[in-house]
């Protein structure tokens, strides 16, 4: 079955430490994948995505990812985390599907200390 | 700016209830969704919809129907609600098209069955 999984599920940084999330998906094919945020007690919004071309992705807020096709991976990274990224990171892809609907990792939770 | 919009933040329900949870979604999209978020399971697909009167069962469609009669407004029905579906229920409305279109998602509404 396709799947994204994360294996980071909580993660405690101070501020201005390294952050990298790690991310696998498993299908063959065209891939396509996403990173949301979503910071407390607000929608999921997307930080970035890949689809093809350049695999180092920049997304909002200082955020990137790195596409390796052959370790099935799309890490999330950011060089010095705030206060203010604290929130719960998930990993999604729409694996072979063309229709819209999206395979979600099971999501990280990051605590920024101050 | 683009808006999906969930009817409740926050419902408290009885075992045996018949709830209705509605989504709105004003950027004339295709495609609509309804996830369910649990911690440490991420977003797993309840129903999606990509057309007027169309639903499609997605991972966890058991005890749970949709109907989708105008463009814009997608509903999710538990049937009869039961503990183990307390839990974050978010809509998320998307493009039709191919796996590069982004979703984008409501705030939220936290169910919690009694």
């Known amino acids: 079955a396709q799947s994204v999984s994360q294996h980071n599920h909580h993660v405690i940084l101070s501020e201005a430490a390294s952050l990298e999330l790690g991310c696998n998906y498993s299908?063959?094919?065209?891939?396509?994948l996403f990173w949301y945020v979503q910071y407390p007690g607000q929608h999921l919004q997307l930080l970035l995505k890949?689809?093809?071309?350049?695999?180092l992705v920049k997304g909002i807020k200082g955020f990137e990812a790195e596409f390796i096709k052959s370790k099935f991976s799309f890490n999330l990274r950011k060089p010095s985390v705030q206060w203010s990224d604290t929130a719960e990171y998930f990993c999604?892809?729409?694996?072979?599907?063309?229709?819209?609907?999206?395979?979600f990792g099971q999501g990280t939770t990051l605590q920024v200390k101050p | 700016d683009v808006k999906v919009t969930q009817s409740s933040r926050y419902l408290v329900k009885r075992t045996g209830e018949k709830v209705f949870l509605e989504c709105v979604q004003d950027m004339d999209h295709e495609n609509m969704f309804w996830y369910r978020q649990d911690p440490g399971l991420g977003l797993r697909l309840i129903y999606f919809s990509y057309d007027v009167k169309m639903k499609e069962k997605g991972d966890i469609p058991e005890g749970y129907s949709v109907s989708r009669e105008k463009k814009e407004r997608f509903s999710l029905i538990l049937e009869s609600a039961s503990t183990n579906q307390t839990s974050m229920y978010l809509c998320a409305s998307s493009l039709l098209g191919t796996g590069e279109t982004e979703a984008f998602f409501g705030q939220g509404t936290r169910l919690t069955v009694v």
């Open positions: 999604a892809s729409p694996g072979s599907s063309n229709t819209g609907k999206l395979i």
């Open positions: 890949y689809f093809s071309g350049d695999p």
């Open positions: 299908y063959g094919g065209t891939v396509n």
